[in-house]
């Protein structure tokens, strides 16, 4: 259906389909051969012309919404398709404890913050990241806050599919994992924030480089005394196949891609571990991460990860020992 008000065009979806070919778009008319969505046509040019002469005779200020909701039936502060409203219809009515209603509150005013009027037929995996990136920098929500907020949001979705407002959704692919809150380890949270950081290119270089080392000990547990001594010779077959320096034992790691980005053309250019300490520091400061960040936290970040997703390390042959209490 398109609108035109004070020169303006608004299309709204009148949910009636049509089959290619079956719609004059010069004429603007239905020209298919199905009665029944004709007479639904014909229904909505029906409201229309109501709704025009009792706006003239009434003589009512009127607004294209106002015109839409006449037309369509769609009564707009009951309008279910919202996802705000939805929710705070149905999901926060819900006879829950005082911790999940608070919860539930601190949820619902970060969607009307980051997006109000969102659809839940646009509730979806992209959206998902989106959200999750807002709550991470702009909230500075942990880890595991943001897995709970995200519970709350899949919980609302599958009420929508119950009620049949929608049919599916994909954000059953967006998944966070909580994190062990006694271990000293960066949170996946954090771990992106320091991911972006990297690739954004704004650091001085040898901050970036820095970083660049760091990261690549988030992704294959190496210690800074092996870190130190790795050549890209210890790559066999897309892992790295090394004697530790601690233990003098091999170990070998399979190489994930964002590992693969970072490598060096031979060696690393790595600083005193004091030094590299220090500059953690500062990065620590720029990122706005409020946790400690040193380089003995980038091996024990690969171990905490490789937990919270369910790798058993014995794949990972002498890698990060961790055993589950």
């Known amino acids: 259906m398109l609108c035109v008000f004070e020169g303006k065009q608004i299309k709204k979806s009148t949910g009636i389909k049509v089959l290619p070919g079956e719609f004059d778009p010069v004429r603007q008319i239905y020209t298919g051969k199905c009665q029944i969505t004709a007479k639904k046509i014909e229904l909505l040019n029906h409201r229309a012309k109501e709704f025009e002469f009792k706006a003239f005779f ?10 839409i909701c006449y037309v369509l039936r769609i009564n707009k502060s009951e309008d279910k398709t919202r996802f705000v409203t939805f929710f705070e219809s149905t999901i926060s009515t819900k006879n829950v404890s005082y911790v999940r209603l608070k919860s539930y509150k601190s949820f619902l005013e970060n969607i009307k913050e980051f997006s109000p009027d969102i659809k839940l037929s646009e509730i979806n995996y992209t959206f998902c990241t989106n959200f999750f990136s807002f709550l991470t920098y702009k909230k500075s929500n942990s880890q595991n806050t943001l897995v709970n907020k995200f519970k709350i949001l899949k919980l609302t979705i599958g009420e929508a599919i119950n009620h049949g407002l929608i049919e599916k959704s994909d954000i ?9 809150t006694n271990r000293k380890s960066l949170s996946e949270s954090e771990l992106i924030i320091l991911e972006s950081l990297y690739t954004s290119n704004t650091l001085k270089p040898h901050l970036q480089n820095t970083l660049r080392v760091f990261l690549f000990s988030c992704y294959t547990s190496l210690r800074f005394a092996d870190i130190e001594k790795f050549t890209t010779n210890y790559i066999v077959e897309d892992a ?6 601690k233990t003098g034992k091999d170990v070998y790691i399979p190489l994930i891609a964002k590992a693969k980005a970072l490598l060096p053309e031979t060696k690393f250019k790595v600083l005193s571990n004091q030094k590299t300490n220090k500059n953690l520091l500062e990065i620590k400061n720029i990122s706005g991460i409020k946790n400690e960040i040193t380089f003995h936290i980038a091996r024990h970040t690969f171990g905490t990860l ?8 014995s794949i990972v042959s002498n890698t990060k020992p961790l055993t589950r209490s």
């Open 58 to 67: 009434e003589g009512n200020k009127i607004s294209v919404q106002e015109f």
């Open 306 to 313: 490789a937990y919270n997703k369910g790798i058993e390390l």
């Open 240 to 245: 790295i196949k090394m004697p530790q320096n």
């Open 172 to 180: 059953a692919k967006f998944k966070l994992k909580k994190e062990a």
